[in-house]
Each structure stands twice: as structure tokens, then as C-alpha cells.
């Protein structure tokens, strides 16, 4: 009987149904990217000093310049070392006491400037910003500047939850069924936000976002890859991620048209009701009906692909069974991730690797976005590399290998980290520079790992593994706001220190690894212990070799 891969390759692996898929459903894809690193223009913190309404009646009354009211009212201004004075304190002064003059007010004052009492701000703050964001809006700054790392946390809090549950909802009720769901919570959820009257309110819905957002992603990655033929599988995976670099560069040029943080995540959040449109446009898995025993409906689906992509369907059509796997079933467990001492060392390397790279992609943006003069540019140039990371993930990945390529990604993230430690402010374009080289090595891992994670285990627990030790990716999401923007408090660099080490340390653990280009997939634990001995069949070669000289014959 034959099995969907065998159809496929007498219909079309990568036809017109496939390529008409993958453009649709790439758009997903592209539409994570606001929800994932939207915390960079939607949480911008622009300069900003204590608001105080006599201050600026006296600046009105002497007709002061912006420049001289900030030099005569404003605290610590101009040293970099003492910028929080500047944005968090003011003067205990009585700014309506008429015996100041308009020539350096605090002058007529006893004492000199650096002894006059200091204290917090009183009736909020001035912001330098022609726009909005929710930093300006709640007034996230000084005290409060925490929560906008818990904005942000609250959406890898959401990932991680949901991880665990919609991958359930996609396997027992469909992949289809599953994306639609989770495209309307994602867009009702994003419209939320974009009208939350409160920071609380607003955190809610950020997480209820992150919990649906990111099974709408796999739920599109998980169709798109069991529709394609197996030889075309991992090119569009990398593809169908190449896309979430489209939406980076799109949210830049959004971002800078749409200056208000309301309006630009309602811009972001609206265009996600079109997926629903997908009701109509895209059928469910066919290998997912076979698996639930719905033969009827993977046939009409899998005749509908072959009038698509212009091929008559086989004559057999009507058997199509699901591929039997001929091991021994076994049931998984977390267990089992640690049973043995190769599995063991490959969990631990492998859970610290989804936790540094998801720190350094994360980290790396926010660190750009947070020290940068032009967020918006700045934004779009480091997004701008992820495109040759996609493909020189596919260039190398068959003919180089999996872990020399990976280890190099992570050794240059880490190396181009440290070294923008050591450059001067002043040489900003070398700074975006090497920023760009950290993505260019993050984004390359991010490509590269889940094969790697999915080669390393034994069959029946080669996709528990996957979601235990992406989990740490999500933990590592959660960590990461408050590691950059408090880090950045004590010193600009730290974060970047931090990051080096992770990348550093991170690629000398790949080395430990064993290569898995070339390798069977391991089947048992013993076969995952022998890895590194572990080639593929010498008969399926000599089989391939004898079935070429047939035809050449025929």
C-alpha cells in the first residue's frame, strides 16, 4: 500500500498546490515577527527628565531655549555616569519663589549647586520622543522601568505555556482546526493590547498572545512540511523561516510611519483575521487524516493535490495507508532523556544551547535598539543579515556538516560580542557592524539546531526531546529583558560580556557533539550511544546503484 511520500514523488514533491501553499502560509511566519521583538519600538524608552510645572512657567516668563532650561533646572546633565539623576531626580527647589533670576537661577541660591537636596520625581515625566510608546504612556521609567521586561517576558511566559499544550490541540484535533484557533485568540488578543486602558490589563494580553502566537507559527510550519515531498522538507523549513525576516524588516517600516504604539499594534495585530481565510484556502494534512484512520479525506485531499500540480493520481491512490514503523513501540519518557551517559551529556549541551542562543538572538536586538541613535535603522541593517544566514544554512548543512558550521555560528556571536565591548561610542557604524555579525551567527544557529536536536535521540523519543530541550529557548526568552535593560543600569557593555561568554562557551559544547550529516537516524538508545559509529546501511547504496543501472538498461 502506498504511504503519502510515495504519491507525492508521482505527483509532485514541490508543485504548483506546494508552492501555492508555501506562499500563503509563509505569511504567518513573516506575522510573529511584531509579537516576538515588538517590544523594541512598542517599549522604546526615549530620553527623559522630571516634569515639573514651575519650572516651565519660569522657562516661559525668561524665554529660555529647551537647551538652557535643561543646563539651569535639570540635575547631572550631560554626564553619562549620572544619567539617572538627569531622568529620575529634581531639585527640591520652590521653582515660583520670585527672588530666581532668569541667568542661572540656582546661583542666587545658598550653596552651590552640587548641595542642593535632590529628590524624586513629583508630577511625572518630559519625554524627548515625537511619538508614543507604553514607556510614555504608563510612565515606565525610573521605579518602574522593570516592566518593561515583564512586557516582554510576559510573551516567552506565553510561548513556553503554550508549547506545552498546543502541540496536543495540533495532533488530537488537527493541524488546520489548530491554526485557525490560534490565528483568532492571536488577532483578538493583539487588538486587546492596542486598547488596554491599563499596564495590568495590557500584560494579560500580551501572555494570552504569546500562548496562541506561537502555536499559529508551528501549526503553519507543521502543514507546509507535510504537504511537501520528503527531498524538499528541510529547504522549505529554512524557507518558512527566511520569511520571519520579511516581517523584521516590515515591523521597521511600520514602526517608523506609525509613531504610536496604539496604532501600530492594532496595524500589526488587524491583518492576522485574514488567516482565517485559510478555512478556504488550505486543506487539512492528509498525514495527519491518515494517522486518525480518515482514509476517505486524505484520498480526496491527496487527488485534489495532483489536479493542482497538473499529474494524473496513481491508480492505487485509494490504498493510501500511513508508513508503518516496523520498531518495537515503546513509550517515552522524560526519563529517558537522561537514562543513559551519551543522552545524558547530549540533553544538557543541547538545553544550554537553545537557552544561549535564544539570550544572544533576543539580546543582541535589544541591545541594538536600546543604545542605538536611530532605532528604526539600526533595526533594519542587523535584520537585514538573517537573509544570508538562511543561506549559507543551506549550503553547508549537507555538504560541510551540522556541528563545525553550528560551533563557528556560536563563536562568532560570542567573539563579535566581546569585541564591541572595547568600541568607542563614537564609532557607531563598526558597532552596528559587528552587531550584525552577532545576528548573522545567532540566526544561523537558530536555523541549524532543531535538526541537530532531532538527529541526536532515538525515534521514540526524538520529538520529546525536541520539546524538552527547545523549552529552555522559552526560559531563556523569559530571562533575557531583565538581563539586558537591568545589566545596562550597572554599565552599557555588561549585557554584551554576558552574551560573549554564552556564545563562546556555547560553541566549544557543540564540539562535543557528534557529527550527524551522513549518520542513520538512531532507532534505540544503544544506537544514540554508538552515534559517532552509527553510518547509514552500506545496501542502501549498492540498492540505489543496482536501481540506476536498471534504468539505464531499461
Not at 512657567?57 to 537647551?67: H, T, Y
Request: aromatic letters at 12%; proline letters at 5%.
Amino acid at each position: 500500500m502506498p504511504t503519502v511520500d510515495d504519491v507525492l514523488e508521482q505527483i509532485g514533491g514541490f508543485g504548483w498546490f506546494q508552492k501555492q501553499a508555501f506562499l500563503t502560509l509563509c505569511l504567518i511566519s513573516a506575522a510573529l515577527a511584531p509579537i516576538y521583538v515588538g517590544v523594541i519600538f512598542l517599549g522604546f524608552t526615549p530620553n527623559h527628565r522630571c516634569r515639573n510645572p514651575g519650572v516651565a512657567e519660569l522657562s516661559q516668563r525668561c524665554g529660555w531655549s529647551q537647551a538652557a532650561e535643561l543646563n539651569y533646572t535639570v540635575p547631572g546633565l550631560g554626564t553619562a555616569d549620572e544619567a539617572f539623576l538627569s531622568q529620575c531626580m529634581q531639585y527640591e527647589v520652590d521653582w515660583n519663589q520670585s527672588t530666581l533670576s532668569c541667568v542661572d537661577p540656582l546661583s542666587s541660591l545658598p550653596g552651590n549647586r552640587s548641595l542642593l537636596p535632590l529628590g524624586p520625581c513629583q508630577h511625572g515625566w518630559v519625554y524627548d520622543m515625537p511619538g508614543s510608546s507604553i514607556v510614555t504612556e504608563f510612565n515606565l521609567v525610573c521605579a518602574d522601568a522593570w516592566k518593561v521586561d515583564l512586557f516582554q517576558s510576559c510573551v516567552n511566559l506565553g510561548f513556553f505555556l503554550g508549547s506545552l499544550v498546543i502541540g496536543y490541540v495540533a495532533d488530537r484535533f488537527g493541524r488546520k482546526l489548530c491554526l485557525l484557533g490560534t490565528s483568532l485568540v492571536t488577532a483578538v488578543s493583539g487588538v486587546l493590547t492596542a486598547v488596554a486602558p491599563n499596564y495590568t490589563s495590557m500584560l494579560v494580553f500580551r501572555l494570552v498572545q504569546g500562548m496562541v502566537s506561537k502555536g499559529t507559527w508551528m501549526s503553519g510550519y507543521t502543514l507546509i512540511t507535510e504537504f511537501v515531498g520528503s527531498g524538499y522538507r528541510r529547504t522549505v523549513a529554512i524557507l518558512y523561516q527566511m520569511i520571519f525576516t520579511v516581517g523584521l524588516l516590515g515591523l521597521a517600516g511600520m514602526a517608523y510611519a506609525i509613531p504610536h504604539w496604539r496604532w501600530l499594534q492594532l496595524a500589526v495585530s488587524l491583518p492576522t483575521f485574514l488567516f482565517l481565510l485559510y478555512y478556504w484556502c488550505v486543506p487539512e494534512s492528509p498525514r495527519w487524516l491518515l494517522s486518525q484512520k480518515r482514509i476517505t479525506q486524505a484520498v480526496k485531499i491527496m487527488d485534489h493535490i495532483a489536479q493542482k500540480n497538473g499529474k494524473p493520481p496513481p491508480t492505487d491512490l485509494k490504498m493510501l495507508s500511513v508508513e508503518e514503523d516496523g520498531t518495537e513501540k515503546l513509550s517515552p519518557s522524560f526519563v529517558d532523556l537522561f537514562r543513559s551517559p551519551t543522552l545524558r551529556k547530549h540533553t544538557f549541551i543541547l538545553m544550554y544551547m537553545w537557552f544561549s542562543c535564544s539570550v544572544l538572538y533576543q539580546g543582541l536586538i535589544m541591545h541594538v535598539g536600546a543604545t542605538s541613535e536611530n532605532h528604526y535603522l539600526d533595526f533594519f541593517y542587523s535584520s537585514l543579515v538573517e537573509f544570508p544566514a538562511g543561506f549559507i544554512t543551506l549550503v553547508t548543512i549537507d555538504r560541510v556538516g551540522r556541528i563545525y558550521p553550528l560551533a563557528l555560528s556560536y563563536l562568532v556571536a560570542g567573539a563579535a560580542c566581546l569585541i564591541m565591548v572595547f568600541v568607542p561610542h563614537d564609532l557607531r557604524w563598526l558597532q552596528i557592524l559587528l552587531a550584525c555579525g552577532g545576528r548573522l551567527g545567532t540566526t544561523i544557529v537558530l536555523q541549524m539546531i532543531c535538526l541537530v536536536n532531532s538527529e541526536l535521540y532515538p525515534t521514540f523519543i526524538r520529538s520529546l526531546g525536541v520539546m524538552v530541550c527547545s523549552a529552555l529557548c522559552d526560559l531563556g526568552g523569559i530571562f533575557t529583558p531583565f538581563l539586558v535593560y537591568r545589566l545596562m543600569e550597572v554599565w552599557k557593555s555588561l549585557p554584551l560580556i554576558l552574551f560573549g561568554v554564552l556564545g563562546l562557551t556555547a560553541g566549544g559544547m557543540t564540539l562535543l557533539l557528534p557529527e550527524t550529516k551522513g549518520v542513520a537516524l538512531p532507532e534505540t538508545i544503544e544506537d544514540a550511544e554508538n552515534l559517532r559509529r552509527k553510518v547509514k546501511p552500506k545496501e542502501n547504496k549498492i540498492y540505489l546503484q543496482v536501481q540506476v543501472s536498471e534504468g539505464a538498461g531499461a
